[in-house]
């Protein structure tokens, strides 16, 4: 079985999240990516509860480029802290995960 997660990751905007998920395609280190929202979001930060609109972000990659997408993902975000959170695809159509791979494969430098 090919190695895959979903990342959930929230953003601020929609423009935010439409920037982070550009980023992450354009960059292969997700084969796609889905913006759901706006979400309301209740959380504590920094002693006090929060309630804040936001929008969800689910990005599929493969476990080779989990770290790099983790790193794209925070180097992008406004967030101090933002939430990534990788999530192991345990099953699937094994076409789907497949494809998830070929699309996240690291390619060679043409010149």
């Known amino acids: 079985m090919t190695s895959a997660f979903e990342v959930h990751v929230t953003a601020g905007t929609r423009e935010e999240a439409e920037r982070i998920c550009a980023a992450a395609v354009n960059d292969r280190v997700a084969a796609c990516a889905q913006i759901i929202g706006p979400i309301t979001s209740l959380y504590r930060w920094e002693g006090r509860v929060e309630l804040s609109e936001e929008f969800?972000?689910?990005?599929?990659?493969?476990?080779?480029?989990?770290?790099?997408?983790?790193?794209?993902?925070?180097?992008?975000?406004?967030?101090?802290?933002?939430?990534?959170?990788?999530?192991?695809?345990?099953?699937?159509?094994?076409?789907?995960?497949?494809?998830?791979?070929?699309?996240?494969?690291?390619?060679?430098?043409v010149y």
């Not at 080779?64 to 699937?92: F, M, N, Q």
């Open 56 to 109: 969800l972000i689910l990005l599929k990659t493969g476990g080779d480029r989990l770290d790099e997408l983790v790193s794209l993902v925070k180097g992008a975000h406004s967030y101090e802290t933002p939430e990534i959170v990788a999530v192991p695809i345990e099953g699937g159509l094994p076409d789907y995960l497949n494809w998830i791979a070929r699309e996240t494969a690291d390619r060679p430098q």
